[in-house]
């Protein structure tokens, strides 16, 4: 490795590790005032808060490694700039791409190290960190029970495999609610499909319902049975149970989930959001790297401070932009409207295209 590839690494890889630090502090910070008066009022001790907290780190560290990598990247150049670095490398017949080489390579790292992290590590320290909330810090499952919970899946210890769309769990309502029963030998028998379904006396009152009889094949045998309503008092499924199995789909690894999904679509059910977190599990890591490429060619040129200034901020309104249209594809995606791996990669083929193009139109 070349002696200005080695500087160029170390000047970036110092002030991410600070804003990284910097950055985990400020989400756990925030945390802090969002269960504080939890913490008062159950009295909860030194120790599950520091287990807590230390659990959360590296959900802080993945969600916060990208702009910890633009504002690194930024104070980079910056620097090169200020001290007409950029200048002397320019003339001694450096390419903007020669500049950008040891960059792309600490973005290349922080990708791996990101969706290892992500993959590997998260899922035990945030289900332990969750744990801790609700059993030492909130002490009180009810909290809960105002969200509204999308997409759950649940497997019953009775053979039943329960698909919802989303349950309002204060007023324990289901909308577009699923039923596969399977006979013990794991072979489908029946399906049942309720637009919504609501839990009121220990018995799930389903409205506008659909049934069919299935082979072991899952092909539906005769015809369908359409119910306008319908009492659902053989399943002993509770409220409880879903909002529990909501959870844990949180907590699940890219194998752990792809292996779900594909269970899951024996079963002829719609995964368009599970299918969106599967691909995002691998895009999102390589938000980094789109971070430095939306950085370099606006704060790679050589300027005065006033357009250096602008150039800055022009580039914090394309990273806005980024996450905007992150988010949309995302939505759509969930929705159906997008092929699930368009919406985890929309975004970053998108912005990783432009700055490239900008980058060839830039040297010509």
């Known amino acids: 490795m070349k002696i200005l590839d080695r500087y160029i690494i170390r000047e970036l890889v110092v002030p991410i590790i600070f804003c990284s630090i910097s950055l985990i ?32 780190v590296p959900l802080g560290f993945t969600q916060t490694i990208p702009w910890a990598t633009l504002l690194g990247t930024v104070y980079l150049l910056t620097q090169l700039n200020r001290n007409n670095e950029l200048l002397a490398m320019k003339a001694n017949g450096l390419s903007i791409e020669s500049i950008m080489v040891p960059i792309l390579f600490v973005g290349l ?82 399906k049942l499909s309720a637009k919504e379904a609501e839990y009121r006396d220990g018995i799930w009152k389903l409205k506008r319902v659909t049934a069919y009889e299935m082979s072991a094949q899952g092909r539906i045998v005769g015809e369908p049975l359409y119910l306008a309503e319908r009492d659902f008092n053989e399943v002993r499924v509770t409220p409880k149970d879903l909002i529990e199995a909501s959870r844990e789909s949180v907590f699940l690894s890219y194998k752990e989930l792809k292996n779900q999904i594909e269970k899951l679509k024996k079963h002829q059910l719609h995964l368009h959001a599970e299918e969106v977190e599967l691909h995002n599990k691998l ?25 250096f ?6 580039c914090l309104g394309v990273v806005l932009t980024f996450h905007i249209t992150t988010a949309v594809a995302q939505a759509l995606g969930k929705s159906g409207t997008l092929l699930p791996p368009l919406a985890a990669w929309l975004a970053i083929l998108v912005f990783a295209t432009i700055t490239v193009l900008k980058l060839d139109l830039g040297n010509k």
């Open 25 to 56: 502090m400020l989400f756990l910070i925030a945390d802090i005032f969002d269960n504080l008066s939890d913490m008062l009022k159950n009295k909860t001790s030194l120790k599950y808060i520091l287990q807590y907290y230390l659990n959360l």
């Open 109 to 190: 790292v922080l990708g791996i190290t990101t969706f290892v992290v992500n993959d590997r590590i998260v899922p035990a320290t945030y289900l332990a960190a969750k744990n801790i909330l609700e059993s030492q810090i909130e002490r009180n499952i009810s909290k809960k029970q105002g969200l509204i919970l999308y997409d759950v899946t649940y497997f019953s210890p009775d053979n039943e495999l329960f698909y919802i769309q989303s349950f309002e769990a204060k007023n324990n309502l289901a909308k577009n609610m699923n039923v596969v029963f399977f006979s013990p030998e794991k072979k489908m028998e029946r």
């Open 283 to 307: 895009a999102s890591p390589w938000q980094n790297l789109i971070m430095i490429l939306i950085a370099v060619p606006l704060l790679s040129v050589v300027a005065k401070r006033k357009q």
């Open 309 to 314: 200034a602008m150039n800055i901020l022009i």
